[in-house]
């Protein structure tokens, strides 16, 4: 499958990239799909032309995440590193405007946003707990960095999910949509307002914010290769 | 005193362990009461049959902490270090039922649980700042970990006390309970859930959670020893 | 211009001194008023009779920042570092009373203080990345640790303005006052309330909960002044 088949850009004008995420039915997480899904978010990054992404779903559910089913999830934990580094260090102002259920590691398209908006029937949850599932690193890093102590536990302790009421008390979205046309448009809105901010200022602010979680997710993906790679210089 | 009149295991099956704190009358911390603590705590981490432990009182109050009129309080800071960080580093789900007051130190059974439940009429508050008493390592840092900064400057830095709907909006506590049927009823069934969960994925994210904070007491507590263990080896 | 000109010192009894800002007309940072603010800081710092400190000004804004239109806001930061340091290590309490807007580098004498109450028409924005402007050191370091990473998201990626409401549900306030003279009222009763707390264990305590913030400022900066420290031993 092309990836322009599953992740459309549409222009809004004034550098506004809708990043519509159609990986049917629900967007699950698959290792081709993380792959150009980063692949997008990294030629956005470079392109002067692009001032503000807005992260969409044209489906039910945002997105459901790494399939329950999969027996090895751990095998996807690189893709997945390198999928929510990339979109958390996006230099530009990220909206997302989510639908239904974002779970799992599907949730992570919302944490390492910049600005949330949410259908009035939105669903969050983290149930890797319930999965038995360890966070790959930088999922880790990231949930660690942009909720609350409580709010972690209350979502990575138990795996309970969250209506939209108590994800905006949790300050895990901002903006609440009543209707499906609503939610696109607030966002839009939203999107285009942090399009026009500018942008060397907004870069240098965002990558000040979150250095200290980026370079620790750098740290600790480094050991986790350093085993392999000292054993291959050893090989070698 | 023997240790099982002041700390009572009751089991609910299903691995479901609860440790009834029995220090008549208010669970004043004193160090044979901490260390019984600790050494219960320590039990059920190794015991494989014990999935998830709740933690009560039978008195009007759960806990007020530290003798107000203790002359030296800072004697029993290596007993309110090591049974906290045992209770905080407790791999397993821990859920607390808390009433009437949670006073300084008794404090810490709250901030170190990983589900709050409280009664209607409970309070919280850190008031060693109005008795002029310092932190003891391992309650300054879990206080860091779990209160959000403006909670540490209203708790911390002031000595007020919460009643349990600003305690629940300073998500200091997330379910109350408006009778105390209801509060034991609430725990036993959030202790049911979480002793489901699978142990090992548990006991990994909690810790990746936690995992910095207790670096920091532990490097801090060598530290605050080192110079006594320098001073014996110059002495040897 | 005298200091005593802009900055009034109004001792109210029992060791509360009520530090008035009065740079007319709305506070305006230059070098001149951070220099003599962190001045009088410091005195008060080293003075024994001094127990608790009260922030207000007489404006119809408690402060407006840098001027927006100055060329070179870069050129005020050490001003800025050195000014909003002095006020966060500050040994002890910090009462605001905060009135109108608080707006840039205005937003610091709220985040830097111990307890923070607010008029019922007052305003929270931090405008620097509609400005295009970076944040010196010692304010970003102090913004990441005074707020949680949602509202640093909410407050300094899209430089929106908060309303008291929206200000206190945020935690960067916790008393609103309906009007000015209950403002007063209320901010000099907190502050003698806090006068009266034991002050080597209040200054031990605020410090513990900020040391981590203010050494890595103390290191940040250093770092900075390196390369001209460096350049200046070559050249000579």
Known sequence: MERDQ??????HGDGVVEL???????????AEF?????REIREM???????????TSPFKDFSTGVDQDLADARALAPDLNAAFLALYTFPKPVIIATVGLCSGAGMFFVLASDLRVAHARAGFELIDVQLGREYPVALMEIARATLDANTQRRLMLTGQRLGPIAARNAQIIEVLADDLEDLHGYALKEARKMARLPGQAYAKIKRDLRIDTIERIETRLDDELQPAAHASRLAG
């Not at 993380?34 to 980063?38: A, K, V």
């Not at 990054?45 to 992260?55: E, F, G, H, I």
């Open 6 to 11: 599953w992740i459309n850009r549409r222009l």
């Open 34 to 38: 993380l792959n150009d899904f980063e």
């Open 45 to 55: 990054s470079a392109d002067p032309d692009v001032k503000a992404v807005l992260l």
């Open 20 to 30: 519509q995420l159609g990986h049917a039915p629900e967007n699950r997480l698959t």
